[in-house]
């Protein structure tokens, strides 16, 4: 991970005012990995469950570092500034701490199990006629990630959006310490990192804490997902979801060319998508938009220009084959939700699923992927490929499947499923982030 920083002078005096040292030469990036190191950064030097980034302190005095950050210094070391502290992650995040401290515009933390990610780029989007918007980028969203982020925001902005992941119990607290989020939306709470939390009362406890962060702010509450409606709250509150009895009640609707519409709050709003888990995003976000000021008016027309993030239900039409690409990432919910969107599509050609496994769900890993076979089974799929570890048991389950094939390598599977295309097939590509099954679309469409 690295970033410009974008006021040095300032970020050298707050960090100076933390660790009561200076700095000995001007720094103008951070950086946590080595290989991205440039002239002016300021090294981090982590250390994680299998690398120790102190190994690789010489690289980044040859690449010119200005200074680093370390728990131990290196001898070897001669030009390099090495500033030595307890923790370098815990002494980042208290310096990002002091930095978000000068800021006063709306900070918005967002959680959940899905559709963080897409809710953040679709909130951005429509925000950003009025506000000039900081959003976290890419996977920025940890609590090595997020204090970088925060180190990006500047006087020129006017409205903050960051995302909070979460594998482990105490990471939301702790980004929400560091980041004084002043609103927070929770997108719901479903199995996921259980390996990290161990049961889904974990999860949903853990991601309570953005809530109990917001005793002076505001909390968007998704009424449809009964965990988050249980959730405690401290603070204002907004709701919202598929349901009459919330500030912002929705229903849905299909129209004849199959795209979903909304009406929210009485406002008939065309979202242009056949996208269940999308249209949800777009309720939650009318709640934060129209809350901060957006017209409906303006709100529907960055709904019809979003364009989703590559891996997230990205619509491709290659060689007469219609390919969902969802590969960013996934868990159960996720994947049902997107077997859902691929049955909805309207015409003859089949139906094909491409999964990989879900990573990070524990001992009930077997049983969470036969659930999704059991899925497959009830829209009546048309062909199921399956590769990975536990996408086995998948596999194992699917009876009313026309074809399906559990594959060792993806290179296996791509060569399979090119020889088998036909045109108007529609197959969707869905796996978590480990499997890199845009891959398999790689190798299959390559011309």
Known sequence: MRIDLPNPSLFAQI???????????????????????????????LRGNRVDGHQFLETAEIAGCSAALVANADGNIRKMQQIEVRDPLLTIGRIAHHWRKQFTFPILGITGTNGKTSTKELL?????????????????????????????????????????????????????????PTQGLITNIA???????????????????????????????????????????????????????CDFPADLHHDRDGTISLTIEAEEIATNSRNLSFAKNVIAAAAVAITNGITWETFQEQIL??????????????????????????NLESTLAAIDYLNAFSGNGRRILVFGDMY??????????????????????DAVYT???????????????????????????????????QAGDKILFKGSRGMAMETIIEEVFRK
């Open 15 to 45: 960090f100076s005012d933390v660790t009561g040292i200076d700095f000995h030469e001007a720094v103008t990036g951070i950086v946590t990995d080595s290989r991205e190191c440039r002239p002016g950064d300021l090294y981090i030097a």
């Open 124 to 180: 951005k989007h429509v925000l950003q006629r009025q506000y000039n918007v900081h959003a976290t980028e890419g996977n920025y969203n940890t609590s090595i990630g997020l204090p970088l982020s925060l180190l990006r925001m500047d006087a020129k902005h006017s409205f903050a959006i960051l995302e909070m992941g979460a594998n482990q119990p105490g990471d939301i607290a702790y980004l929400c310490k560091i980041t004084e």
């Open 191 to 245: 199995p996921a990192h259980l390996e990290g939390f161990g049961t889904i009362e974990a999860v949903a406890r853990e991601k309570s804490e953005l809530f109990q962060a917001l005793k002076d702010g505001l909390a968007y509450v998704n009424m449809a997902d009964e965990r988050v409606k249980s959730l405690p709250r401290v603070g204002r509150e907004v709701t919202y979801g598929l349901t009459p009895d």
């Open 305 to 330: 220009s979003f364009v989703p993030p590559a891996g997230r239900c990205q619509i491709k039409d290659i060689k007469q084959v219609t390919v969902i690409d969802d590969t960013y990432n996934a």
């Open 360 to 381: 990070e769900l524990g001992k009930g890993s077997a049983e969470l992927h036969r659930q999704v076979g059991n899925k497959c089974n009830q829209v009546g799929l």
């Open 387 to 421: 590769v990975g570890k536990d996408t086995v048991y998948t596999d194992d389950v699917l009876n009313n499947v026309a074809f399906h094939e559990h594959f060792e390598n993806k290179s296996d599977l791509a060569q399979a499923l090119k020889a088998d295309l």
